[in-house]
């Protein structure tokens, strides 16, 4: 079983790795036209780094939501995720929420994992390496087997993948962020914000290594600025985050965009009999 498993872990990492940039891509037809702008018009700004912390204090009062993401890389693989958020009250744990995730790619297939306090459960896709009877693989926050420090940092970085910190958190190095007017969001009214945000900036302030390690391969790749746009309703939560990552062979579009702030969640671990513990595998 041991081996079995091990074989899977560059598979998994190809998954995760697509996952990590999740909220980063369109869903299609999901951007709606914010309507014709007068250059001469002079709009209101804000500090980004006090939007954001108003819009974190706002989805944490939200208490829960849903979280989308799909769309197309530059060579055309097209990727897509979804997943339920519940934020946490500050103390709670080491982390800020839990999560019920979802990430599916033609490359690598379907692969959900349940995010909560102290652990992170990984459902593997079809024929990689576990029954069917018992489809997950639980992996402790302090893991003790080789296998589960293995398998650690990709719940680390699925967790990341729809972290507010990584997306709405843009704001923190955006400088100034224009109020560009009213829109629509699926039907919902909202006010469009758009920044530049410095990508220099935004890996010094990224948390999580994997997503640190993207900031610094665009830098490297020669890409300073991120166009970034955020949608908020009326109350301040968020509905759509985008930005516009410039490529050599034109631009990368991401979005993630939430729902269903304040409605009923469901985010549980599976049950005993359907899960192996990465740490009772020893070898």
């Not at 934020?87 to 490359?107: C, I, K, N, R």
């Not at 629509?184 to 290594?209: F, M």
């Not at 965009?257 to 599976?270: D, S």
């Amino acid at each position: 079983m041991r081996r079995r498993l091990s074989l899977v872990l560059s598979s998994l990492l190809t998954v995760v790795a697509l996952a990590c940039g999740g909220w980063l891509l369109d869903p299609a037809g999901s951007r709606e036209p914010a309507g014709a702008q007068s250059h001469a018009q002079v709009r209101p700004t804000t500090s980004g780094a006090a939007l954001y912390r108003a819009v974190t204090q706002r989805m944490l009062a939200g208490r829960a939501a849903t979280y989308v993401w799909s769309g197309t890389s530059g060579g055309g693989t097209t990727q897509a995720g979804n997943g339920a958020l519940r934020f946490l009250p500050t103390g709670t744990s080491g982390h800020t929420f839990d999560a019920d995730v979802t990430v599916t790619s033609p490359e690598t297939g379907r692969m959900r994992a349940v995010l909560l306090p102290g652990a992170v459960y990984l459902a593997l896709p079809p024929a990689k390496g576990l029954p069917r009877s018992k489809p997950w693989l639980k992996v402790a926050d302090t893991p003790r087997s080789t296998l589960a420090r293995q398998l650690q940092p990709m719940g680390e970085q699925l967790r990341a993948a729809v972290d507010p910190a990584q997306n709405v958190g843009l704001l923190r190095a955006a400088g100034r962020v224009t109020e560009v007017g009213p829109a629509t969001v699926e039907g919902v009214a909202a006010t469009e914000h758009r920044a530049t945000v410095n990508l220099r900036t935004a890996a010094r302030l990224a948390v999580d290594p994997g997503v640190r390690a993207q900031y610094r391969l665009m830098l490297a790749a020669g890409v300073r600025t991120l166009t970034y746009q955020l949608w908020l309703d009326a109350t301040g939560l968020p509905l759509r985050v985008h930005a516009d990552v410039p490529r050599s062979h034109g631009v990368f579009s991401m979005t993630g965009v939430y729902r269903n702030w304040g409605g009923k969640v469901a985010i549980t671990a599976p049950t005993a009999k359907q899960v192996f513990d990465a740490d009772a595998i020893k070898g």
